[in-house]
């Protein structure tokens, strides 16, 4: 070959190994920007969780003074105002324009309240009784210009409905029954029940129930699904009826709600009427709710809230546990029970404040002074999250204790969300554990006897077939696991248990006799000794099996699972670690055992061939050398096989109950990042809170499996360094 010749195929490869080296650095290049910018995407939808509440004024006008009672639509667009006189003034909240008035009745009104349990019903108190009070807001539409025209009706006609002399009162609705809780004379119960209450028919046919209570009370109000009744008075003392039965109503507690020589300042109910908010004079907002323990009902003081000056107004949220606070200072503060967090606090520069009140959404405020009002914008996306919610226990309404739970989302409206990170990151792991506790033994034996001591022909079957397993769709085994192990793992529970304790020692004992056979067998059966004990290890787990049922009546009394809980405290469920462990454990297996195995195999002859001509035995050369040599091979396998068990969806979701538990029970199944985000992410609203907070639970697994792989890559850079001159 002419020197021409040479010298254009020497600048041909300079040009293919330049051009290879941009190429596998662009490709580099982008998997690392790929990852980072699923990390900020991830990012960016998360960090709106813990961004700080904002209040804004909005406007400013003239408005009645000292209404009975105000309120705002649905769509924080319109105000109501209920006058003394019995007028209902609706009014813009953009410019205070007034939009409609309507007279209600022609009595002056001593009175008005909301109706619990319907959207815009109100009941209006007069020397004659009480008056109901529809509110309606129909939209219409003229061409493309939207048109709201707010008016009232009369759900049970006009009619005053003549209830007698009352000191306080509260009415909850259902659908076809009334219930008016009031107290006469301070130490009177009164209870009437209209079971058939239709709208367009008067109010008839009220069963009332009249109780003389102990104590004197100032103030009534309904417990949730209006069964409880909250008897209150001046100074601080609580009684809680159960009023199932209206005309024998129980008393489940009875107590103070703040120390002696304390009394509230306002006291106001959250949503579901679980939970009574008690501002007083300490500067202090104490949420308390009813709970059951092992001595019966009490009122427990979960968490307060300290603020710089008096508490003046408390104002609840119509569809959260939030709530505001006005002070004495004339400063809002947004607070939520849950997270236990002050979003916001703002001057409303108010001078006088006769009330407020907040948009049913919670995104406007509404506040009355003398003949001023004023509107403010509420920015308050997601204050039910901090990370005291995400990550610690929480005192949830009605738990004895606090605990981590996660529950996001019920059928009841005044369902309390539980967002807590920790049973899914515990449960994510615990999956992963129990997966490489049954992939790691036998995924690293198998390739330490594959490529150490399995003949060539065996070898050339045995790896490519275990390597294919890698490629079954983890939906199947997920399916197996669920429909099939699960059931039979219950049936044969002992059999289980039995066949693992056997195994080992039949294996042992298989080698020893082994051993004992003519020397010429034992040569010629070199290499293939893995496909001889098949049969034997069949045998064993069907021996296993079949001594299952007698060791369970012998050793359990014929039920082991009834033993595990009465004598360890142990329940069982179906379908449970265990069951993920094997099924995991399956899919787990080909990738570890195919890097390690691949990782051994790749041993330098010449190491093996040296130690053996020294003198050592095939064992240990194995141990002080092969696997020395391989071991980041074989420590990389590891990782790799748990960053797949930690991100494993379908296998999860398929073979446990899915349930959010926080217990190391082998027999007790529990809830991963993963599979929570394939059941509940398509059923999140998008850009709300369940929604963020199901991609931070996506960014913590994202996180886990960084740290898993970085971890996995340092130690196996120190392992070569330190065993790659062998």
Known sequence: MSKHAIGRLRARRRIVNALTTHVVGLGGAAVIGAIALIFFYLLWVVVPLFQPASVAPAATFEGTQ????????????????????????FFSLADGATMASFESTSEPVIGAARVLGSNNQFVLRTASGLVFVDVRYPVSFDGEVRR??????????????????????????????VTLAALRNGNELVLTRYDDAEPGFPLEFGRTHSTVLENRYERVLFGPRGDWLYLLDKNGTIEVLDIVVPAAPQAVFRGRLLPERQRPIA??????????????????????????????????????????????????????????????????HLAYTTSHRVTATTALGVTELDGAVLSPRGDRLLVTGGDRMAVFDIHNEHPDVSVTALWSKVWYEGYPEPVWSWQSSAADNAFEPKFSQTPLAFGTLKAAFYAML????????????????????????????????????????????????????????????????????????????????????????????????????????????AAGPSLELMLFGGDAKAWLLSELGLEYDQRNALVVGIAMGLAVIPTIFSIAEDAIYGVPRHLINGSLALGATWWQTLVRVVLLTASPGIFSAVMIGMGRAVGETMIVLMATGNTAVMDLNIFQGMRTFSANLAVELPESEVGGTHYRVLFLAALVLFMITFAFNTIAELVRQRLRTRYGSL
């Not at 639509?73 to 006189?85: F, K, P």
């Not at 007698?164 to 509260?170: A, K, Q, R």
């Not at 082994?514 to 045998?539: F, H």
């Open 267 to 332: 006291i106001e109910p959250l949503i579901g009427r679980y939970s009574l908010m008690v501002a007083d004079s300490r500067n202090r907002v104490t949420q308390w709710f009813l709970l059951r323990d092992e001595f019966g009902y009490r009122m427990a003081a979960a968490r307060h809230f300290d603020f710089d000056a008096r508490p003046r107004q408390l104002l609840a949220e119509s569809r959260r546990k939030g709530f505001a606070v006005i002070d004495e200072a004339g400063q809002l």
């Open 148 to 177: 709201v025209s707010p008016t009232i009706d009369f759900p049970f006609e006009d009619q005053p409905l003549s209830v007698g002399d009352l000191d306080g009162f509260e009415v909850h609705r259902t659908d076809s029954r």
């Open 438 to 545: 049954v992939a790691m033994p036998i995924a690293i034996m198998g390739a330490i006897y594959t490529a150490y001591f399995m003949a060539p022909a065996m070898r050339r079957w045995v790896k490519p077939g275990i390597e294919i397993m890698a490629a079954l769709p983890t939906v199947i085994l997920g399916f197996l696991a669920g429909l099939w192990l699960a059931p039979l793992l219950e049936a044969n529970l002992v059999g289980v248990v039995s066949t693992v304790l056997l195994l080992p020692l039949a294996i042992l004992l298989f080698a020893r006799l082994w051993q004992l056979l003519p020397g010429r067998v034992t040569q010629a059966a070199a290499g293939w000794q893995g496909a001889i004990i098949v049969p034997v290890l069949a045998l064993i787990v069907w021996a296993g099996f």
């Open 66 to 89: 000292a209404p009975l009672l105000a309120d705002i639509d649905e769509n924080s667009e319109i105000g109501l105002q209920i006058t003394a006189d019995g007028r209902f003034r």
